[in-house]
């Protein structure tokens, strides 16, 4: 029952009391009214004291209430069981004197309770000892002003010890310093990574960071950084770090310091935690890292070359300097891509089009790609080589790309200048091919008939002098012959292969015709020339007796030339032999009694062009080119030339040669063949065309087979030997070249296309350069022979075309003609134009387009399955050229219309454009191949 209740049922009688029924009526209401308010008092009181004893019951530990006096008021059942009494007993007159039997020290318990109770004074967590040595926490409580009671809380200390010590440990074993502030940034625990010192860290509960900082005379500015990052995490209610500095005596430390508000449910702050973890380390590595990549950067950006790196979806990650000068645009582009990149330097869209094809096809290759790129700028064209290389993770996943490029725009200009440079060359080396084959022709025609009119002289009644003149002009013709062979044979000499004969001689009879050549010049000096030969010297020898010839004239030569009085000597002598091998080591010596050599020019007078002074050229004339040109054929042939001179008393030149021992068998044939010879009676009523302009070659040639019972008949140019082929059956044609009205190779063309003849063609040609052979075989020859030829060879050419059993192999019908292209798939008349007739020139170009249209045809499959446009431009744009030189018209319109294609990719058009140029290009490459696969033919039209 409230107050205010019962104060109205305690209010003055409405009646006198002298009104007895009234009065009566009155006090039995009120007494009803009385007993229903203290009825509803009392069970208002058994609800708060049930639901007092319920919280009690609920609380840890033991809970009892007392009065002011100290008696009990009720407990929970742990606090009963602590009294020793039920929950109705409450006979003790202080709780406190009930409860202390259980304390050590008991007396200090009722003290201590009795002030407490009289001050009204609330105490938290004092520790007390128990009798059985247990420890416990207890607490009391005032209840309002204390007029109502007081709550006594006991605890066994284990439970919050243990909970504490739980946590606390937790705390001090973290790896970070762990703090906890109050409101007013007051510390209320510290771990020991926060504060190693014990002593320090129990001083610093209840401090704020600015009284730590003054009584440890740390720093103001520490305190004053730390309370603002305090204040901004109450502000902005989140986490807030930062990093602080702080010097010891072990360097500087670097810690990053966290403050998290926790906040209460009304919202104030219930505390602040701090978190502090020692970075010093990792700031150590990241430092390093940094310089690093300092380092590298500053390494890539000083590179000769663009680097970029890209991740997964070609972004930029990282440009050196060289890739991108401008350091503002190198910032802005990392995170973009290509697209990005070239629509801010307004570049076209179309080359990042073509990076990122290359991009895609380095990652589906998984593996190095490399292209080229041109930037077209108004100052001049740049170009770039450039490489891509991906990166993959470990689980096959991309992880970034590398990419690298090289400025090669000074060596495309090198290229383009060599390539200039080579066409230059290589016009020059065709002009001068021109003009040695000319004068190869201009040079052989008179030697052929000097050398023809020498032979026939030779058959005819000769005194023993014009028999000594007759040979002495043969072997010099012969010995000029083998000059020019070589001169003309330009391969050979550049590419040191000039090639030496093996064959038998006799020293003493190249010694007779060195003597019986320059007998006549020194005649004219009146010197005297003399040859002498050693004893023991072998009858036979093999070796290159044209070679030795040429070096003895050489020498002799110069030794008259430089002789006014006196004598010249050419002898050869034994002067080692070696019986197991068969060799025996010749010298060959050349004396004079001449002007004689200066000491210092000695040392230069094998080199080309050299000679002691100009008085001597003026004198004596020469280029200076004889000892060098002696020097390399004698070292060419296994020697030396050794020169030792004095000067106005002569020169003695000599070289050693190792040469085989042969016999009379290893001989060379003559020249001539003599009248019985079977050769000439197997070629008997043989019948020959011979078709040759020059008349002088002409009448040695026929004089050769007439005198070998071969019946002769002649045409001067290639139509009347046309005309007389219609007319005529012949065994054998032989032709010359260079011819008016209709040269060799076009009337052996006709005749073997448009008369069908199979009869064996022999080409008689003065030109003997490199080439000359293969393109008179393609031209459906089956033979050649080189003016000046001798009769003993000619005979033997023809005989093994005309007689079965002189030993051909192949039969006078099956002779090689030239592969003509199905159905003029392509021509090679513009190859054989460029390549001065040189077949092996012809086909070595075939070789190549059929390589590089493999790879073109490649190409367009690629360009074809990307999609790129760029692509099949490129490859269209490089196979155009060849198919033009190759004149491939049915293919060049197809091509050409790709190379020009324009627009994006269109699938249907592309395709069939190119399965076009694929199946017709396949059908080119396909008969080349056949063609120079083919034996005894040539693919050149």
């Given at each position: ?19 007895d029924?009234?009065?009566r ?12 308010a ?8 058994q609800?708060t004291?049930?639901?007092?004893a ?10 009892v ?9 009720t ?18 007159p202080?709780?406190?004197?009930a409860l ?16 407490l ?16 040595g ?10 309002g002003?204390?007029?109502e ?12 010890t ?32 926060g504060?190693l ?16 900082c003054a ?19 109450l502000q902005t209610?989140?986490?807030?770090t930062?990093?602080?500095?702080q010097e010891t ?9 966290y ?15 701090g ?6 380390e990792r700031r150590r ?14 390494v ?7 680097v970029?790196?890209?991740?997964h979806?070609?972004r ?9 000068k ?5 910032k ?17 869209v ?8 290359q991009?895609e096809?380095?990652?589906q290759?998984?593996?190095l ?7 077209l700028?108004p ?5 770039m ?7 993959f993770?470990?689980?096959?996943s991309?992880h ?6 090289l ?15 080579k ?12 003009f040695l ?12 008939a000097i ?5 026939l ?5 000769l ?27 330009l ?25 019986q050549?320059l ?10 020339l003399?040859?002498?030969v ?19 004239l ?51 007078i094998?080199q ?10 003026r004198?004596?004339?020469?280029t200076?080119?004889?000892?060098p040109?002696c ?10 030339v ?14 050693t040669?190792r040469l085989p021992v042969g016999?009379?068998?290893d ?8 009248e019985?010879?079977?050769?000439r009676?197997?070629?008997?009523h ?18 050769f087979?007439?005198q070998?019972?071969v ?10 030997a ?19 009205i209709l ?22 040609t003065?030109?003997a ?5 293969e393109?008179c075989?393609?031209?459906g020859?089956?033979?050649y ?21 002189a030993?051909?192999?192949?039969p ?6 030239p592969a003509?292209?199905?159905?003029e798939l ?8 460029v390549g001065?007739?040189d077949?092996?020139?012809?086909n ?9 249209s493999e ?8 360009g ?12 269209a ?5 060849s ?6 018209t049915?293919?060049l ?21 190119v ?5 017709h290009?396949?059908e ?9 696969a083919?034996p005894q033919?040539?693919a050149?039209?």
């Open positions: 029952m409230s107050a205010v209740e019962l104060s109205s049922c305690l209010t003055t009688p409405p009646v006198a009391p002298s009104d029924q009234a009065w009526v009155w006090a039995e209401n009120h007494i009803a009214a009385l007993q229903n203290l009825a509803t008092a009392q069970a208002q009181v609800l004291e049930a639901r007092l319920g919280l009690l019951e609920a609380l840890p530990g033991s809970n209430l007392v009065s002011k006096q100290g008696q009990l008021i407990a929970n059942q742990c606090g009963l069981d602590w009294l020793g009494c039920a929950s109705d007993k409450k006979s003790e202080d709780c406190t004197v202390q039997h259980h304390f050590q020290n008991s007396a200090a318990f009722v003290t201590r309770a009795q002030q109770r009289a001050a009204g004074q609330a105490m938290r967590g004092e520790v007390a000892v128990l009798t059985d247990q420890t416990l926490e207890w607490d009391y409580l005032p209840l002003e204390g007029e009671g007081h709550l006594l809380r006991f605890q066994p200390l284990s439970t919050t243990a909970q504490r010590d739980f946590y606390e440990t937790i705390l001090q074993q973290l790896p970070v310093e762990v703090a906890v502030f109050d409101a007013e940034h007051r510390y209320r625990f510290v771990n020991v990574n504060i010192n014990a002593t320090t860290r129990a001083w610093v509960i209840g401090h704020t960071d600015f009284e730590y009584h440890f005379q740390r720093p103001l500015e520490l305190a004053q950084e730390r309370h603002r990052c305090f204040e901004q995490a209610r989140a986490p807030i930062w990093e602080e500095m005596a072990d360097g500087t430390q670097y810690v990053r310091r403050f998290l508000p926790v906040f209460a449910p009304d919202g104030t702050l219930h505390m602040m935690v978190l502090g973890e020692d970075i010093t590595v990241e430092n390093q890292l940094a310089e690093q990549r300092a380092f590298y950067e500053y890539l950006d000083h590179l000769p070359c663009d970029g790196v890209f991740d979806k070609f930029y990650l990282f440009v050196n300097a060289s890739g991108i401008d350091p503002e645009l190198r802005w582009v990392i995170g973009k891509d290509n697209y990005a990149y070239f629509s801010r330097t307004n570049r076209p179309s080359m990042a089009h073509e990076r990122h094809a991009f096809q380095a990652v290759q998984r593996g790609v490399t292209y080229d790129e041109t930037f700028r100052d001049g064209d740049r170009y080589y450039r490489c891509l290389q991906p990166v993770h470990p689980d096959g991309l970034m790309i590398l990419g690298y490029g400025d090669v725009t000074e060596r495309v200009a090198t290229e383009r200048a060599l390539r200039h440079a066409l230059a060359a290589e016009s020059a080396v065709r002009a001068r091919e021109l084959a000319n004068m190869s022709h201009e040079i052989r025609t008179p030697m052929n050398l023809g009119m020498s032979q002289l030779a058959k005819t009644p005194t023993p002098t014009q028999s000594s003149y007759q040979q002495a002009i043969t072997t010099s013709a012969d010995n000029l012959l083998v000059i020019i062979n070589d001169i003309l044979d391969s050979k000499l550049e590419a040191g292969k000039m090639v030496l004969e093996q064959v038998g001689f006799s020293p003493a009879h190249l010694l007779a015709q060195v003597e050549t007998q006549y010049k020194a005649a004219e000096k009146g010197l005297c003399r040859t002498q050693g004893q023991g010297l072998p009858a036979v020898l093999l070796g290159d007796p044209y070679r030795i010839t040429q070096v003895l050489n020498l002799a030569g110069n030794a008259i030339k430089f002789t006014e009085k006196g004598h010249v000597a050419v002898s050869c002598e034994v002067v080692a032999a070696d019986a197991p091998s068969g060799t025996v080591d010749v010298q060959f010596e050349v004396s004079d009694t001449g002007i004689g050599i200066e000491p210092e020019f000695l040392a230069h094998f080309e062009f050299s000679q002691e002074d100009a008085s001597v050229t004198k004596f004339g020469g200076g080119l004889g000892l040109i020097r390399n054929l004698v070292k060419l042939m296994g020697g030396d050794q020169l030792e001179s004095e000067k106005h008393r002569g020169t003695v030149t000599r070289f040669l016999t009379a068998n001989l060379l044939p003559q020249a001539l063949l003599p019985d010879s079977p050769l009676q197997h070629l008997r043989k019948h020959v065309l011979l078709v040759e302009d020059n008349r002088f070659n002409r009448q040695i040639a026929k004089t087979l007439q070998a019972h019946q002769v008949t002649e045409a001067v140019h290639g139509a009347e046309l005309a007389l082929a219609q007319e005529q059956s012949f065994d054998l044609i032989l032709m010359d070249i260079q011819m008016p040269d060799g190779y076009g009337a052996t063309t006709a005749l073997r296309q448009q008369l069908q003849l199979t009869t064996p063609i022999i080409a008689l003065a030109n350069i490199k080439g000359e052979r393109k075989l393609a031209a020859m089956n033979g022979l080189a003016k000046p030829f001798q009769e003993a060879e000619l005979l033997r050419v023809v005989s093994e075309w005309v007689l079965p059993q030993g051909s192999t192949t006078a019908s099956q002779f090689p003609t003509t292209p199905t159905s392509y021509r090679t008349d513009e190859l054989l134009k001065q007739g077949l092996t020139f012809v070595f170009m075939l070789e190549t387009f059929v390589e590089s790879e073109g045809l490649q190409e367009l499959a690629t074809l399955q990307e999609g790129n446009v760029a692509r099949l431009k490129s490859a744009h490089t196979l155009k050229p198919l033009a030189h190759l004149h491939v049915h293919l319109p197809a091509v050409t219309e790709l190379d020009q294609w324009q627009g994006e990719f269109q699938h249907e058009a592309l395709t069939a454009l399965t076009t140029i694929t199946q290009l396949r080119v490459i396909s008969h080349m191949r056949l063609a120079l083919a033919t040539i050149a039209e």
